[in-house]
């Protein structure tokens, strides 16, 4: 009998990730490869002074509350729905979170790269009068917090995640996700919060997180069966017996 070394398993296992997940993974390298195109041939600020002039009454609202969806209070939803059904999930999800939040603040501290409202406000006092500024609540004067987008970084850990650990409905999941992620980069921009630097690289450095995170509590847990149950099961009459095993990912 034939016997597949482990660097042949290895290879298989991330060819087979990639395959199930070519939606999330090619979108988010699609719009990589757009953005870096944007950022490569204009100069810094064009694209926000190009957002700006966008605003509206309901466009506000809409990326003020879509901006959220990268923040504590929805990483505390998805932790209670995704817990219900596998508790190993839930774990690695504040994991994905945790990690995004470290790693993006860390390299805060090391480019430090000021706010889009400092730098305009400090380099183009002109252009930043013109702007259509937020109010005072929503603006972010910090000289040193710019790069990259934390919220970029951890909405495309965490809906990067979610989508790799979907076992039903993978392609809604996919877009779902996907365009969840989207929106809270957008929200980025579009509210002065930053610049399209640096929504690009946390968007990337999100989808790397994610990839790492999840096939590390693969390689981990690969047949945690007690961890893989939620809350729900308390839930279930069904006799311990008659359970159906869950199926590989």
Not at 69 to 87: D, K, N, Q, R
Not at 96 to 102: K, N
Not at 181 to 206: C, E, K, N, P, Q
Request: with cysteine; aromatic share 16%.
């Amino acid at each position: 009998m034939l016997q597949t070394s482990p660097n042949q398993q290895v290879e298989t296992s991330f060819s087979s990730f990639l395959r199930n997940n070519w939606l999330f993974i090619g979108g988010t390298m699609f719009l990589l490869l757009i953005n870096g195109y944007l950022w490569a041939t204009s100069n810094q600020g064009d694209t926000l002074i190009a957002i700006n002039r966008l605003r509206s009454p309901f466009w506000d609202t809409f990326f003020k509350l879509g901006t959220q969806l990268a923040e504590p209070v929805a990483y505390v939803v998805v932790l209670i729905m995704v817990s219900a059904y596998s508790y190993r999930r839930g774990i690695f999800t504040v994991v994905a979170g945790a990690t995004a939040g470290i790693v993006a603040g860390v390299l805060k501290l090391l480019f430090a790269q000021a706010r889009p409202m400092r730098w305009f406000f400090d380099n183009y006092e002109e252009i930043w009068h013109s702007l259509n500024h937020f109010e005072e609540a929503y603006r972010n004067w910090s000289p040193d917090s710019s790069f990259p987008s934390g919220h970029a970084t951890s909405a495309f850990a965490l809906y990067g995640f979610l989508t790799f650990s979907a076992r039903r409905g993978k392609l809604w999941v996919a877009l779902l996700c996907f365009g969840l992620a989207v929106l809270v980069a957008f929200s980025r921009m579009y509210l002065l919060y930053h610049f399209l630097r640096d929504v690009t690289v946390g968007a990337g450095l999100g989808l790397c997180l994610a990839t790492i995170v999840y096939l590390i509590q693969h390689r981990l847990f690969p047949r945690a069966y007690k961890l893989d149950r939620g809350w729900l099961s308390f839930f279930d009459k069904t006799p311990a017996a008659r359970r159906s095993v869950p199926p590989p990912e």
